[in-house]
RNA sequence: GUGAUUGUAGUUCAGUUGGUUAGAACGCCUGAUUGUGGUUCAGGAGGUCGCGGGUUCGAGUCCCGUCUUUCACCCCA
């Protein structure tokens, strides 16, 4: 009896057709975070709880995939455990699968911190796993694609990540962005004005929400958590501030003369902006976005999101700078700023807006097809000349109709096929024919590989132009 | 975690107030064409109706549970 073999609610297969686009992506950005001269880094799927618990808050922890123990699970746990799941968590279960791919680095750069030659700068590019509800455009398991850079709090680093969303999506064809910018310490200084200073939580969730629920539901959340009617007066006209990212920077410092904290982090937004005309970017994509706050707590500088218009898909891109994340594992004092290319999504936006070019599964450039055994043996030296010439090829396994050899380079889109049977092999002569025109001739094997390695380089010539 | 929603052939979907043998299109296989794919024509195969219970003379259809899909909230890439 057969069963019906499934997949984990919230998982993938990617098959070869998505495989190809997907890996397009990968290579695509792997390519821009080696040019800006950041190393590879992998680190394990499972992690010990300890490093992951507690570094997403509470509802972090909660969506965290945790590993049972091997063997004999309950033999540690006593009956008083069974009843509370936090207890008996602690006994069953000492492994969890990786979140995001910043925490494992940071426990990586504690672990390794005599070797590493700061500022190191790395990219890392893993699946991560989260136990949430899936829906659109969110998976249990998806990939990220992290570069960051930590033992320096030079400025030069966000405008490095600016420019390299920036590649990434001109490369992907991706034109229609926008990369919203933000400081922690504005937010802060905003926070301070209308008194929200220890529930700064609960203020940047609400004004996170400005573009979903209008500045009405922000006000009502707002006002749901306690916050006074005089200090959302204050606060409006801010978080409706509109124009240029100049004016706005503007507008705020004349807001914030006499607040330091923030004071520091427009600042930092110029500095930034100054820097980024230095590369002379035809266009940067950078908005200033007041209400932008993000939710992971351990950002400090600056933060961004990256969001392409026209598509009703979450963040495709976000990060930010964080002055402590490996204090928690002990070491201080290291400021880090980084980011992340989440695939699956910029894989959702690309499918959506017919990105991917027509040519990205690639496939033999030629089939041998063959009459009987001993055509098919005959193609054996020809098939092993012509992967020495670098054309991709093969050979039909089986003994079977020519019409059925046909169907399947047809149905693979192999553009090439060569015909072996008794005529061939008495001329040594091959039979080459174009499948996209019909049109077949009688050649040496040598001008074959001749002409489907020019063939070939024409191709790609004509692909770039 | 809360509230909805979906599941029928390989795929996309029909299937009436519960009533004979569950249909279509595309795809697949065979042949027309024994050395030639795409087009055309003729024929054919393929379904434990997600899974498990229940109600009923009778369930794809109604009820319960469960898994899955999609969506909103929460949160997030």
Known sequence: MSQKPSIPKGTRDFGPDKMAKRNLIFDTIRSVFQKYGF??????????????????????????????????FMSKVKEEDGKDSQNLLRKISEKGMRYDLTVPFARYVVMNQHEIAFPFKRYQMQPVWRADRPQKGRYR???????????????????????????????????????KVNHRQVLSGIAKTIGAEGNERDFFVAIDKLDKVGPEGVQKELLQKGF??????????????????????????????SNQVSAEGLEA????????????????????????????SYYTGMIFEVKVKGVAIGSVSGGGRYD????????????????????????????????????????????????????????????????????????????????????????????????????????????????????????????????????????TKDMKS
Do not use: W
Not at 39 to 68: A, H, I, R
Not at 230 to 250: C, Q, R, T, Y
Not at 276 to 287: P, T
């Open 141 to 179: 398991e998806f990939y990220q694609c992290d570069a960051d850079v930590v033992g320096t709090d030079s400025l030069l680093c966000e405008c490095e990540i600016i420019l390299m969303i920036n590649e990434v999506f001109e490369k992907l064809g991706i034109e229609d962005y926008h990369i």
């Open 39 to 72: 190393m590879p880094l992998e680190t394990p799927t499972m992690e010990n709880l300890s490093v992951l618990t507690g570094k997403y808050g509470d509802e972090g922890d909660q969506l965290l995939f945790k590993v049972l123990n091997s063997g004999d």
């Open 324 to 459: 402590d994340l490996t204090g928690i594992f002990g070491l201080k004092n290291i400021s880090g700023v980084g980011f992340s290319f989440g695939v699956d999504r910029i894989y959702d936006v690309m499918e959506e807006l017919n990105l991917f070019p027509e040519t990205v599964v690639t496939t033999s450039q030629v089939l041998i097809v063959h009459h009987d055994l001993p055509a098919q043996e005959y193609g054996m030296p020809i098939l092993a000349q012509m992967r020495r010439s670098g054309i991709s090829a093969e050979l039909y396994p089986d003994v079977s109709k020519f019409k059925k050899q046909m169907t399947y380079a047809n149905k693979k889109a192999i553009p090439h096929v060569i015909v072996i049977g008794d005529e061939e092999i008495n001329t040594g002569l091959l039979t080459l024919k174009d499948m996209r025109t019909g049109h077949q001739e009688q050649l040496s094997l040598q001008d074959i590989c001749q002409k489907l390695t020019l063939r070939g380089h024409t191709d």
């Open 228 to 257: 006074s009617e005089s200090s959302l007066e204050v606060l409006l006209p801010l978080l409706n501030m509109e124009g240029s990212i100049e004016d706005k920077i503007a507008q705020l410092k004349r807001t914030f003369t």
């Open 269 to 296: 937004l110029e500095t930034v902006l100054a820097m980024l005309s230095s590369f002379a970017l035809a266009e940067h994509h950078v908005e200033f976005d007041q209400n932008l706050a993000r939710g992971l």
